[in-house]
Every structure is written in C-alpha cells, then in structure tokens.
C-alpha cells in the first residue's frame, strides 16, 4: 500500500478526526523504504508527549484503533530493525524517527 493509498483509505473511513488530529509532516526519506507507507500514520499518530498521546488514543475512532493496531502488528519486526538500531544512540534523531517511535507507543497504549 502506497502513502497515497494508505491516506485515501484513512480519509474515508475517519476523516474528521484525521483532519483535526494530524500533526506535522514528515520527510518520507528519512524512512526506511519498507517503512514509508505508514508515512501517514506516523503523522497523526506520532505524538511525542506521553499526556497528548494518551487523550489523542481516547479520543480516536474505533477504524483509528484498529489501523494502527493493525499496522503496527504488520511492520513489528522492520520497526525493531529501525527503532534499535544505529539511530537509537543518536543524540539528535530525525522527527521521523520520533514519530514512529510515538506511534509504535500509542499503539501499546490501546
């Protein structure tokens, strides 16, 4: 599923509250290849405060829910390979790292 696929998807089943959640963009290379599809997810879920990422699950649609659940079940293993690897010790790591890292915890919070 492309990035454009992914976020057509997302708009129909839930766009009010994609369109009044999601957050900054994201630079699409500075994601690993096989990790870009989810591009969209990491923007509307990718919020990096513990408290604001609780209160945006809460307030999600059931649909939300359950992509995300979904994905992240999908591309557990290649975000291990990114989220634990070289860039982890990183002092200063791309939005887009901490974004997907944000996301994968907003899907342990469901």
Do not use: H
């Amino acid at each position: 599923m492309t990035d454009s696929e992914l976020l057509d998807d997302m708009t129909r089943k839930y766009a009010d509250f994609l369109n009044g959640e999601r957050g900054k963009s994201l630079d699409p290379s500075n994601v690993p290849a096989r990790l870009r599809a989810y591009v969209p997810l990491a923007e509307l879920w990718g919020v990096t405060d513990d408290l604001d990422r609780e209160q945006l699950v809460e307030r999600a649609p059931e649909a939300a829910k359950q992509d995300l659940a979904a994905a992240i079940e999908r591309v557990d293993d290649d975000l291990d390979d990114w989220l634990a690897g070289p860039q982890a010790d990183d002092p200063a790591p791309t939005a887009e790292y901490l974004a997907f890292s944000a996301m994968r915890m907003a899907a342990d919070f469901l």
